[in-house]
Structures are given as structure tokens and as C-alpha cells.
């Protein structure tokens, strides 16, 4: 049997049924709407475009840093039979001239913010990349927001942002902190925690399917190593029940995922969905910035509220404002220098819990020799 993403099921490996979204109350929320999709033709983006597209929104906007995803997810839409205005933006978040132009155009009313870089070990070796894209994008999007007057504003974030060991995960949960700092009243700021989200961007599934389909063997990382999955239909739906949901004073959600799952018994599930057989498994050891376990909650946060329609919201330590834009102004001069010395200075002062790796730290050790 060739296994793809077409043919896999992954009721049988996550045990749990998806949740249902209510789709006359998203309708609802939606319709006659403006709405933005950052990184809009990414695997969650698009994923959320088609979706919301069926919502009837008065215009979808896609916003997009490639070319190809942009037109994947173009191309989809133009396929469908709604009679719904989309606007593909070819553009970062981090450019600020795009992003006003964005908000001086089309006025939107809801923002999903799915454009992230993501790529753990890929990120250790690209720090000021990730920090441009996933910590000034957000702030950049979110000061628009709360200056237009958007109503809603959501970010897609990750268990990696709790109590971080990464610089990916460092700067989503400074992102985090930015809409924490920059929501108000009138523009509802709030971030959604995801787990692995299964046949994503960044999803090992496709590379244990490529070793699967060679003969093997399967890489794993650790027989330990654990994450907490979601397929995509659960991921969706949560994404849009967050931003529907009236429980956004405390600013940060995550779903309920049931228990966590070895990262070896997925490669194991996957080896016989496809019913090859000699196919072995090997342990490589944990990358750069990876973790053995993840969570969703730190030990500086609380759950604030019972599960929610699926969600639980927390209260979580925040920067005031001033104390956030004088430590983007620190991140973003050293950036400016190529000062990772700087940078991780400013960052682990702004996430205390942040715990940089071995790695950054000999690359400051050989630039100050």
C-alpha cells in the first residue's frame, strides 16, 4: 500500500474524535466581514482560507511570502462556486509599507495570524530571520490592528512557546506578549496554542513517509521524545472557535488535546497503515533547540477558566506596554548590528523563561573571540 496524505486516517492514531464548530455561528461572525490571513498559503493559512471562504466574508485577503503558496491557495479558491471577493497579497508581515497599504485598502474586521517561521533546528541557525518574521511581523500587524480599529486579532502559536528552549519557540511566546501588551477594548487581541499539527508544514510525516517508501530506515530523534498531535480538521475548527469565542480577556487558549504520544509510535502507526515490512527504526538524538516532552501551560501561568467549548484560557504574565516597545526597539537594533550577544540579551530579559541552547551560546562564544 502507498501511503499519502489522501489516504491516511488519523482517527485510528489520535483516538479521539474532532470536535464540531457550529457553522451558523461562524457563519455569522464571518459574514459581510473583511478578513485577513497572514500566511495565507501555508498549510494551516490555507487550510483556514478555504474554510473561512465557505463563511462568506465580504473579502478574504490572503497575505503571503512566497510566490507558489500564494498561488496554490489562489488557485484553490478561484475552483470554488462562492461568489467571495479574495485578494492574494504577495508580501511580509514584516514589512511595514505592505502591511499599512493592507489596512488603508481593505479595513479588515478579523485577522488570522498563521505566518510564522517554525522550523526549530533551522531556526537556531537563522536567528535574526525568525526574529524579523515571527517578533517584529507581529508587532508590526498588531500596532495596524489596535491603529485601524480592527475587531478581532488571533495568532496561531505553540506549545513551543512554553517555557522555551528554542529560539523559535522564544519568539512566539514574545509574539504572545505583544498582543498581550497592544489588545484592547476595541481591537481583541489573543493567541491559540497548537500542538504538531499532523500533515503540516514542519510535520515529520512526510519525511517518515519518504524513509517508509525508500525501504527505511525511519529516523526518530528519542525513544522518549513526545508531542501532543492534532489533525488538521481539529486544528481549523479550534483556530475558528477561538476567534469566535467571547472568553478573550485573558489573551492565550489551547485546545483539549488528551494525552501526549510518542513521536516512535507514530513512525510505528505509519509503518503499518502502509504494510511494509523490514522497515526499521533508528535514533539520531534530539536536534538543536528540541525538547524531549511539550507543554501548554508554564509554571508562571494559571488556567483561568473550565474548558470552553474545547478551549482552555490562561492568565499569563504580560509586559506593559512601554517595557514591550522598548525591548522591540533593543531586539530590533541588534538585528540592525547582527549582535546575537545583543539579541539573546534583550530576549531572555523579555522571556525569562526562555533557556537558550548550547549552540547559540558557542556562536556568541566564537564571535567575541
Not at 220 to 228: G, I, L, M, S, W
Not at 266 to 281: D, F, P, Q, T
Request: charged letters at 20%; proline letters at 4%.
Amino acid at each position: 500500500m502507498t501511503l499519502n496524505f489522501d489516504n491516511l486516517r488519523w482517527d485510528g492514531f489520535l483516538r479521539r474524535s474532532t470536535p464540531r464548530h457550529d457553522v451558523a455561528e461562524l457563519a455569522k461572525f464571518h459574514a459581510g466581514k473583511n478578513i485577513l490571513v497572514t500566511g495565507a498559503g501555508g498549510s494551516i493559512g490555507s487550510a483556514l482560507s478555504q474554510v473561512i471562504f465557505d463563511l462568506g466574508p465580504r473579502t478574504l485577503v490572503l497575505l503571503d511570502a512566497s510566490e507558489q503558496n500564494l498561488f496554490g491557495i489562489q488557485t484553490q479558491l478561484s475552483k470554488l462556486p462562492a461568489p467571495v471577493r479574495h485578494v492574494p497579497i504577495l508580501g511580509s508581515i514584516a514589512d511595514e509599507r505592505c502591511v499599512r497599504d493592507i489596512f488603508e485598502r481593505y479595513r479588515p474586521e478579523v485577522i488570522y495570524h498563521a505566518a510564522a517561521l517554525k522550523h526549530v533546528p533551522l531556526m537556531e541557525m537563522n536567528t535574526f530571520a525568525v526574529m524579523q518574521n515571527n517578533v517584529f511581523g507581529s508587532f508590526t500587524l498588531a500596532t495596524m490592528a489596535r491603529r485601524f480599529h480592527t475587531g478581532r486579532l488571533i495568532m496561531i502559536s505553540t506549545d513551543k512557546a512554553v517555557n522555551p528552549r528554542s529560539i523559535m519557540g522564544a519568539s512566539k511566546r514574545l509574539a504572545e506578549l505583544v498582543l498581550l501588551a497592544l489588545g484592547d477594548d476595541v481591537t481583541r487581541m489573543s493567541s491559540i496554542r497548537l500542538g504538531n499539527v499532523l500533515g503540516s508544514e514542519g510535520s515529520v510525516v512526510p519525511l517518515f513517509l519518504e524513509q517508509i517508501h525508500s525501504g527505511g530506515p525511519v529516523t526518530v530523534t528519542d525513544a522518549e521524545v513526545e508531542r501532543y498531535f492534532m489533525s488538521m480538521e481539529e486544528t481549523v475548527s479550534c483556530i475558528l472557535r477561538a476567534a469566535a469565542s467571547s472568553f478573550t480577556d485573558c489573551g492565550i487558549c489551547f485546545p483539549d488535546m488528551g494525552e501526549p504520544i510518542k513521536i516512535v509510535d507514530l513512525a510505528r502507526y505509519l509503518i503499518e497503515k502502509s504494510s511494509a515490512e523490514g522497515i526499521s527504526i533508528t535514533y539520531t538524538g534530539l536536534r538543536t533547540g528540541d525538547k524531549l516532552h511539550e507543554e501548554f501551560v508554564s509554571d508562571r501561568e494559571i488556567i483561568a477558566h473550565e474548558l470552553v467549548d474545547g478551549l482552555q484560557w490562561i492568565e499569563s504574565p504580560r509586559l506593559s506596554e512601554p517595557e514591550l516597545e522598548e525591548g522591540v526597539a533593543e531586539l530590533v537594533a541588534a538585528t540592525g548590528e547582527m549582535n546575537l550577544a545583543k539579541l539573546l540579551a534583550t530576549l531572555t530579559r523579555l522571556v525569562p523563561e526562555y533557556q537558550t541552547s548550547a549552540y547559540l551560546l558557542n556562536q556568541v562564544a566564537q564571535a567575541t573571540t
